[in-house]
């Protein structure tokens, strides 16, 4: 159902700035407080809500390219709102789609940990707590209260820090406000970018940046109109929050499925 | 009565019955899933009242605006400082991650004294007392003795009152030995002095430069101001400027580019001459400043036409002439064209003539002192302190040479060359360093050919390091005496590393000393006292914050409300005042450098029939390869292609490899002639054939278990190489061998 | 398992018909129940009763710990001494959060010195004024790590007072016993005094169950659409108690639950 | 020893044999539940299950043995609902397999779960729209169901049975074990379509998604009839080892056969219907998502297209032939193959459906990721095994599980006095004891 004032926040990426450096991951990690290992070189046992992907264009020297691309979680919307692939799955409840915000929760508290969303997630981006959080004897300082730390045995995800949203809230809430200004709420990796190369805000504000960036065309269910804008697996119709900005095709064209020789966008048939 | 079974039995079922219909069954069901929520091991972080506090970054030369989050006492997040001159709300993932050095297990909590053989990591706590009279005594007894000028100091900076206070006690203590760690700074600085006279930083207007010709800069890989650096290239993204990378690996700053032109390593100097060539026949040059303010354009120009040729110069690049010739036509006709060098993050200073090229470049479309140009920054001009008084000992000790040569008349110009360092303690030669502080640097870790280095540092009787956190240097030293860290203390932060204009950060204190550290300001001063006599008197200062609050003097009431102090009158001189070469104007040939040599490309180490590989070692944004180590949450964001468990990757191209017999992820053995180690394989076509690429910053034996043990010191396999004008370190790479492990 | 197998003595394969076969047990069945029938019921009694009181009785008393806060405090006499009453103290940071219990910056004003006489005050300055240690309080409403809870949004925007859930505190000369989960570590007042779970006031309970029920009926004044006959409130009610969230009566911002999205409260 | 408590008219191996196989077996049972331990106390970091294998080789075992067990609701309902009564001589073992199978799966998913103490918020915090609730609600209740089925066959016990109360039960559940068999049917048409569905609708995974063909997801029914299909084939195998371990014959070769047959044409059905949705998802569903059947199959060393040939066509067609004629499942070697490669078919089919599904990159800068179980996962795969093996044994022991068996295997001699003590009763247990009475 439409609220009133109903925001769907989302995200866009431009790759050409983007320049891997990894601050996104680290502002992440930092403003979420999630935990880390003494081996974190096992990219499928490591937390990070964000991740920084690196993709090349398989041509040899010296025609190679490289491209960074940062996943954070895609918040899908699904064909029909809040169909997020994850979403549906969750047996108990633990993970929620807030059509006020557009923004798909995990509640740590509530996950048993049975990972059938992460099963359903293509993007991989919901990861488990396979082992108890442990900072080293007097790091857990440095943990903000903003997020509660997840324990072992449930599954966590970004949620677009979302406990900034609350903030921004409370401080509405005090000055006599109930709605908060666009630029009261920043993601931490936004914030953090230094090559500016993450734009964040409320997609059904046609004059915010991120709206004017890829111009998403709401009869499509927000498909991006900028030919250098494109979401990851398009096609698959999980209707991301989270769009990418690239001028250059072969990067365009890793964003998704195609068969060899086809036209870019050809006219997917979804069913929901 | 007879409790027979099925009374038993019916007590049972009543006892069922009952539970059942009582809270016991459920609330206990209920609460152990709350336990599980709730457990007492997983930690519960305190709320409380939130602040933030303006401060600035001291992990690398970059020196960001931060502002940390604070919740009551706590700092619980670190982020860019908004509106800040330098990064403007942005931060490295090194910089975001600043809080797991201040709570993390590296740090050092208290001095410490060795116990045992130096380098076994067993310690005993000592009090500050003693550990600053140890010291005093120590240096007392050398300056007794007239050795005052066998103790040396490597600092990771010259610049801001911290280093200067170092200076200043090495100087009243009568020792000539002040060491900076070397960059490409050095080779710049030296650029400016001889081709225009100035003891200066450079200074690069990237934001309104728009077509940038980098010599190997990592730009995005963290050169110069790192953060500074992303924000630039990304304007350049909004606005159209270009950027034209040349280097032999696509780096994420070739990739980045708009053009990537792969060239032969260690050749750039004759691209950039050969470049020269073209915009010199083709008269695409500056004239106005040619004319009216250089000498020596004719010699230079003669030179260049004659040896530089664009046929010649693809034999050397191996970058095809039509390249070049495009590539000079383009610089030259761009409207803010910029040449930058400094392979990487500038973590060595390069070969001397290569960085007179490339400013020779600049001063050819008249870019120098110019907006979009590069400029000589004068260090700002805000620590002026009385006059010290040196007495006999320390006059008689100033006037011995410098241990590391610089200065000296093989090296008139260099001013510090801590690459020849190790080689003059193991030879001998000179006189024995009989004490070393160690400051803000982690030279065991970062200094080339470490077996050497290690080998002279046994050789040293009395180590001191300064170190806040339990670095490579930390661990072979004698005596720790912690500093405070960058969270904890005062310090200021003058113009950051390649800034066009001169701006003061300060770093604060954003909480409370954790530990029983002190600030290093303080322990000289202290130790200075304890010393008595004209070091005394040299340091009147009660503390190192009232010394800094002096020196600051007006601007100490706005540094500490911004964060920073900038210069927003700033002009750079007009182009008539800004050469103080003999000639008044830029030197295109200064004879002392012997600039007008042919090209002779940098001698690695290495034979080519032993070692028919070359090695180059590259610097990424994700690894910190100075005096701080990865911090767990930058270590976290290394890919699996750079680290896996705890085995480093090569960079091969498929060819190279095949030739090799090596395939994705297979273990190899990589020799050169410094050393040999056992690494991964990475097949990465952006590599040109023949070249092997290996990661700077692993490799650490000190710091947490997050850090240490992981993948190779690319410094163990690789040595300096003296450059024939500066002495600095010229290496770019060494030959190398692969075989399979 | 091919040895000889000696209890074998009937053959097999012998099953007749089953008509009339189980007069035999029915019998003996009969005769045993007439017998000890009492006591048999008796023992089902004293099961049934005594693990009622087990469950009822006991289990409170051994679930839950007691702990004396580390002073006493007068919430009644401090209501006198200031003028914005709760809020004087518990009052909203510049930021919107929530203060909580005061720290001791709010009470040095006044405590500097010792006021009066009672062993707690000269305890509150002696131990942790004069020492600037915190008193370590043990908060009654304290809500698990994973609760986000906005007390600007009850308070100044949905105007609640405290009491709704906090109950009379404010009027209390005297703090109460404070009584630990010795499993979850909660405060008592969370799950309610009652073991049962029943509670007659708003503030008897703070588990989620009893924001969410709030919220339905505030839900509810908010956006009604037309006026509920009781048939309709019952047929909502069931349907809600059977399958949460599917009652079409009010939605929230939730896909899921239909109720308020998990990240308002959650965090 | 314990002849007193072993049915009539059957021999049995003596007690310390019987203790000494429960002995090893048990053993290894232990090995499995100290491996749950470790899995509980110190977390599924004991696994090598990783963020891309969510699900891996429990959740497979889960589905596996579901299936597998499949062949109690299967026989059941054609037992009492279609009347075919020459299944009342293998219905017995056909519930205690399915109770085996489903004890073990619940087993399962509560060492799966990554905080055991909170697995009751799936009932009740249940989501309706998920999958798995459905799953879970239909796998509990009918457990239920199998356990009510199980239960006159342990009150047939000849000890149990004395007691009047115990026999009665048996005997009045019995009467009504028909409303039981249609309701555990119904449910185990729908957590065995539920199954297939957790794997369906994940439409973010085109390996799994089966869409098109009338209804979505099309998995929901092939789950449910590769189940009701091969569930028979596996009880026929346990039945046939069992027949071979104890080196009798158990169970008349009527039922065999009737089993065998209606099996082959479920099998068929089922394959054609499986090959169906492949041919449809390849060619339909996976261009439209921009890749090719191939992508599936290729450039990992593990799942190449022959896992799709021999889970469809040998392990598909093959059996299905073989049972369909009269002269294959006649063949007591052709029968063997024929149940193995089903069962084989099956287990293939929820290995595909659950692990390749992880292996697959969707993101086209992932890799294949493959995975090898850690011991304590195979420990605690293997655990149910063993667990089964000794209920199976115990059963086998002390329960008239094989109503012909006694018909089959005539005892000669009539040794053994100590039997006169229990008279009166006797004659009535015989009559009652066929768990079709």
Redesign the interface.
Known sequence: MKHKNAKKYGMVIDLDKCTGCGSCMVACMAENNVPFRKDESNKVLSITWLRVYQLTNGKPFPNTDICYLPRPCMHCEGQHEGHSPCVSVCPAVATDYNTETGIVSQIYTRCFGCRYCMASCPYHARYFNWWDPVWPDGMEKYLSPNVSPRMRGVVEKCSFCFHRYQLAKEKAFKEGRREIKEDEYQTACTQACPAGAITFGDLNNPNHAVSRMVKPDPKHHGRPTNPNAFRLLERLGTNPKVYYLSSREWVRRAGDNYLENEAKYKKTVHQG | ?K??R???L??????????A?????W???D????????????????????SYVNSSCTLCPGGCGITV?K?DD???????MKRHPV?N?????LG??G??L????TRVKTPLKRVGKRGRGRWEKISWKDAVSEVAKTLGDLREKGQSHTVGFISGSDRGTVPRLFERFLTVYGSPNLIRTPSIIDSYELALHLMQGAQALPGFDFENANFILSFGSGI?DGWGS??RM??A??AW?DTGGKVIQIEPR?S?TA??SDK?I?INPGTEAALALGIAHIIIKESLYDAEFINNYSEGFEDWKAFVLGEYGPDSVATITGIDSTTIIALARSFARASKPLAICGRGQGTTPGSLNECTAVHALNALVGNINKKGGVFAVAEPDYINWPEVEMDATAAAGMQKNRLDGAGSKKYPFSRYLLNRLPQAINSGKKYPLKALFVAGANPLYTMSDSKAVKKAFDKVPFIVSFSSYMDETAQNADLILPNHNYLERYEDIPTPAGMPQPVIGLSRPVVEP?FNTKHVGDVIILLAKAMGGTLSDAFAWDSYDACLKETMGYKWQVIIEKGFWSYPDFVAGPREESFDTVSGKFEFAPKETGSLKPFKPVKIEGDKTNYPLLLMPYDS??LANGAMGDP??????????V????DVFIEI???TAGEHGLREGQLAMLSTPVGQAKVKVHL??????GLVALPRGLGHTAY???LAG?GINVNELIGPVEDPVSGLDAAWGVRAKLAKA | MSALDNNAKEIAGDAGSDGGATSSPEINTKEQDKGPAGPVILFFIVGLFASLILGWIIFPKLLYSKKKQPIDFNHVMHMAEVEDGCESCHFFREDGTYSGVPKLDQCIDCHEEIQGDSPDEIKFVEEYVSKGREVPWLVYSRQPDCVFFSHVAHVKVAGMDCVTCHGHIGESESLKIYEENRITGYSRDIWGKSIGGFKKNTWDRMKMDDCAECHRKMTANIERTGVKTPTKRLIDHLVDVVSPGTSMSEKGSSVQTERGACFVCHK | MDSALIPRGVKRCPFPQFILFIAIVGAVLLWGVYAMLLCWFKGLNQTNMNDFYGFALWIWADLAVIAVGGGAFFTGLLRYIFGKDDLKNIINYAVLIGFICYSSALLILAIDIGQPLRGWFIFWHANVHSMLTEVAFCLSCYFGVLTIEYIPLVLENRQINKVPFFHHLGHNMHEIMAVFAATGAFLSFFHQGSLGGVAGVLYGRPFAYREGLFIWPWTFFLFTWSAAACGPCFTILVTKITETVTRKKLVKDTAIQLLAKISGWMILTYSIAKTADTWYWATVTVPSLGQTLMDFYSNNPFYGIWILILEIAICGFIPAFILITKKGRKNSAALWIAVFLAVTGVCINRWVMVLQIMAIPVLTFENWVLYLPSWQEIATTILPLAYGVILIAISYRYLPVFPNEPELNPIETLPAEEEEAVEPSVELEQELKPAEA
């Not at chain 2, 201040?102 to 297990?105: A, R, T, V, W």
Request: aromatic share 10%; charged share 20%.
């Open positions: 009565m409790i027979d099925r009374s038993f019916s007590f049972l079922l009543g006892g069922a019955a009952g539970t219909l009582s809270p016991l069954p609330k206990l069901t609460d152990s899933s709350i336990w599980t929520q709730m457990w007492p091991w997983t930690p519960v972080p305190e709320d409380g009242e939130a989050r919740i706590r700092a619980v997040k670190i982020e860019g990064n709300g942005g931060l490295c993932s975001l991650s809080l797991q201040l709570y993390g297990p995005v790192p953060v992303f924000r290239n990304s993204r696509l994420n990739a980045k990537w792969p954790q944004i994700r767990p949450f930058v270590m976290k964001s290394v890919d699996d292609t680290l896996k468990g705890t191209n498929p060819k990465f076509d952006g590599i040109m054939p947490d278990e997050y992981k």
